[in-house]
């Protein structure tokens, strides 16, 4: 554990991606059960995502988003990424994600991140709001979502598609 800060509860460190993360984000872009969450449907080389990190402004102004890793302080080591996209910054708001290593899911790690990651918005990026979506049937999600103030308001039928069945989303706001 280590003082707290504005990107750290002390247990936990949000930071920009560095090069030796790579094979983190590799495993995490290319895990196929969160491509129907994230959008994705292809996957991404190495080479790509080395790519993002070395070109990446890490200027939510130009990038439109920002990345961090999440570090756990005890060892320093990356449990995975939150992400901050679609910044608006007029309109004073940003979508949501956070993706986990399987290994780390189901232990606190998410929702103290979102804790941390939503006191940056709101001071620093200066936002207004912060939205996600997830999958209606993404209990877990729902939950992690709403025990850190998000609240459900509004619904997008059949959103998504996963082996022909398509899936309602949920948008889900948190107000500061």
Same mark, same amino acid.
């Given at each position: 554990?280590?003082? *707290?800060?504005?990107?750290s509860?002390?247990?936990?460190?949000?930071?920009?991606?560095e090069p030796?993360?790579? !094979?983190?984000?590799?495993?995490?872009?290319?895990?196929?059960?969160l491509?129907? +969450?994230?959008?994705?449907a292809?996957?991404?080389?190495?080479?790509?995502?080395? *790519?993002?990190i070395?070109? /990446?402004?890490?200027?939510f102004?130009? !990038?439109r988003?920002?990345?961090?890793?999440?570090?756990?302080?005890?060892?320093? +080591?990356?449990?995975?990424s +939150?992400?901050?996209?679609?910044i608006?910054?007029?309109?004073?708001?940003?979508?949501?994600g956070?993706?986990?290593?399987?290994?780390?899911?189901?232990?606190?790690?998410?929702?103290?991140?979102l *804790?941390?990651?939503?006191?940056?918005?709101?001071?620093?990026?200066?936002?207004?709001?912060?939205?996600?979506?997830?999958p /209606?049937?993404?209990?877990?999600s729902?939950?992690?979502f709403? /025990?850190n103030?998000?609240? *459900?308001?509004?619904?997008?039928?059949?959103w998504l +598609?996963n082996? !022909?069945?398509?899936?309602d989303?949920?948008?889900?706001?948190?107000?500061f």
């Amino acid at each position: 554990m280590t003082e *707290k800060s504005l990107l750290s509860d002390g247990t936990y460190l949000l930071r920009a991606p560095e090069p030796e993360d790579l !094979d983190v984000l590799f495993n995490m872009e290319n895990d196929t059960s969160l491509w129907m +969450v994230s959008g994705n449907a292809v996957p991404y080389s190495r080479y790509q995502i080395k *790519k993002y990190i070395v070109q /990446s402004q890490h200027d939510f102004y130009t !990038d439109r988003q920002v990345r961090f890793m999440i570090v756990r302080l005890a060892d320093n +080591v990356v449990m995975g990424s +939150v992400d901050l996209t679609d910044i608006d910054p007029y309109n004073g708001r940003a979508e949501i994600g956070i993706a986990l290593l399987s290994e780390y899911r189901g232990q606190g790690v998410a929702s103290a991140t979102l *804790k941390i990651v939503s006191e940056y918005a709101k001071k620093v990026l200066r936002l207004r709001q912060l939205f996600c979506h997830v999958p /209606s049937d993404h209990k877990q999600s729902i939950k992690l979502f709403a /025990s850190n103030g998000f609240t *459900k308001t509004g619904r997008l039928k059949d959103w998504l +598609v996963n082996d !022909d069945t398509y899936t309602d989303v949920l948008i889900l706001q948190k107000f500061f």
